[in-house]
């Protein structure tokens, strides 16, 4: 809808009231009874350790027998079948996905599919497809999260994502347009140039919000702003959620620190196979209900998350190997009294990384900005060897020459002494068709 010419080129009210019109449309498709009882169904999970345990077993059971409908299981298991357990499954990748797509559709599914695909933000997105019923379950998983991020009928929320709500020629405020029916204030990724921060903050502001919804990037990029400036957000939050990008422990600190509010981050994927959720007391949680998840130790303390999906009959996945990685938790119980295991925090997708001097990718790049005074948001650009050119966005007074020489000092402490840093001033980062910002792009082939 958002690249339509009909709403691009229509006044603000009107887009307002497509906005609004589509809220209802999505209401009667996604939020509807089914999806409101499975929500307070999966709310009964949270403190019942039983319930969730024999929810979380027949769902496997499930996902284990529907998956032997779709032509690649029955070929991978022509001598064995569900019944002989997860661990007679092979372990599968988005390459194995990608390359037979169509071999994972579930035979007997007779609906319509809906058809989607992976932002391909670190590669060649991946196409999958899913049934009405899969839109609908995750629809009240997204909603349990809220109720635990305090979210009340009534309340009014902000959005900060990748809808292309405002159009990219558009070179003046407002930023944002207002969906009626959802109470909510729907502000652009795309335009958060450093002039316009003041008047996101404004806006949300004035439209009262209780609930901020956003990439970890976007509402980073206006913490640090805040931070910067040396003020806080001036109006009482409920709190905010922030999924789709990874979320650093720095990040964290500052939203928190200058919004005044708990975040609630989300890890999800397109693929369905896993869910972690943050709760009131900041634990990571892997909903045991929305997947089975295992842990494959891959070495430095870490382990890669590996999913069976539980909601999307049409495209069952067993035991697929995400890519992303977590560091787990010695923590048994979480002071909040739900019983989903915990994990002791999210690496994210082992995909963008630098190059060093030795040559080898590196991947862990949120302590470089750390300690350094007036940066509002940082990329990192490498095309050669040897060479990177750092895009900031910054408060230009507070980050002077001291401040950038500490920049270039802590990405050669990092990377290598040798490399050529750049600093490059950008009003904005470029973001994905998505709305997100990639923390690193590398273009350098061939890298061990």
């Not at 009210?13 to 509807?32: D, G, M, P, Y």
């Not at 494959?296 to 998350?305: C, Q, V, Y």
């Not at 909601?311 to 787990?328: A, I, M, Q």
């Not at 470029?430 to 273009?443: F, L, M, P, S």
């Amino acid at each position: 809808m958002f690249l339509s010419k009909i709403y691009r080129k229509s006044p603000l009210l009107i887009q307002n009231l497509l906005l609004s019109c589509r809220a209802i449309i999505r209401k009667f498709i996604r939020e509807n009874k089914h999806q409101q009882s499975l929500t307070r169904d999966l709310l009964e999970h949270d403190y019942n350790k039983d319930l969730l345990k024999k929810y979380s077993e027949l769902q496997l059971e499930l996902a284990l027998k529907n998956a032997m409908k779709a032509k690649f299981y029955k070929e991978k298991l022509k001598t064995t079948s569900e019944s002989e357990g997860l661990t007679h499954f092979p372990m599968i990748n988005k390459n194995e996905v990608r390359h037979c797509a169509e071999d994972f559709i579930n035979s007997t599914e007779k609906t319509a599919p809906i058809k989607g695909a992976t932002s391909g933000t670190t590669g060649t997105p991946l196409s999958i497809s899913q049934n009405m019923q899969s839109v609908i379950r995750e629809q009240a998983f997204f909603a349990r999260h809220l109720q635990w991020a305090g979210y009340k009928k009534g309340d009014r929320r902000a959005w900060i994502r990748g809808d292309m709500i405002v159009p990219m020629e558009q070179k003046e405020a407002p930023f944002w347009r207002h969906s009626w029916f959802e109470n909510m204030l729907m502000l652009s990724s795309f335009h958060m140039a450093q002039q316009a921060l003041p008047l996101y903050i404004k806006a949300m502001v004035d439209f009262g919000v209780d609930i901020i919804q956003a990439y970890p990037s976007s509402i980073a990029t206006l913490a640090r702003y805040l931070e910067a400036n040396q003020s806080y957000y001036p109006a009482k939050l409920k709190s905010i959620i922030t999924s789709s990008e990874s979320l650093s422990a720095e990040d964290r600190q500052v939203i928190e620190t200058r919004f005044g509010c708990k975040v609630f981050d989300w890890y999800g994927l397109f693929e369905r196979v896993a869910a972690i959720a943050n709760c009131e007391h900041g634990r990571y949680h892997v909903l045991t209900d929305y997947s089975h998840v295992e842990f494959l130790d891959a070495g430095n303390s870490t382990h890669e998350i590996v999913g069976t999906n539980f909601n999307n009959s049409y495209f069952p996945l067993v035991r697929y190997k995400t890519g992303d990685h977590v560091v787990l938790s010695d923590e048994k119980q979480c002071p909040c009294g739900r019983f989903y295991p915990i994990i002791e925090h999210i690496k994210g997708r082992v995909g963008d990384y630098l190059v060093g001097e030795d040559g080898q990718k590196v991947h862990i790049l949120n302590h470089i900005p750390k300690g350094v005074t007036g940066i509002i948001a940082c990329q990192f650009v490498q095309s050669e060897r040897g060479q990177i050119v750092v895009k900031v966005v910054a408060d230009a007074e507070q980050f002077n020459e001291e401040q950038q020489q500490k920049l270039i000092g802590n990405t050669q402490a990092r990377l290598g002494s040798s490399l050529i840093v750049t600093i490059e001033m950008v009003a904005a980062l470029e973001r994905t068709g998505n709305g997100k910002i990639r923390q690193a792009i590398c273009t350098i082939k061939d890298v061990l």
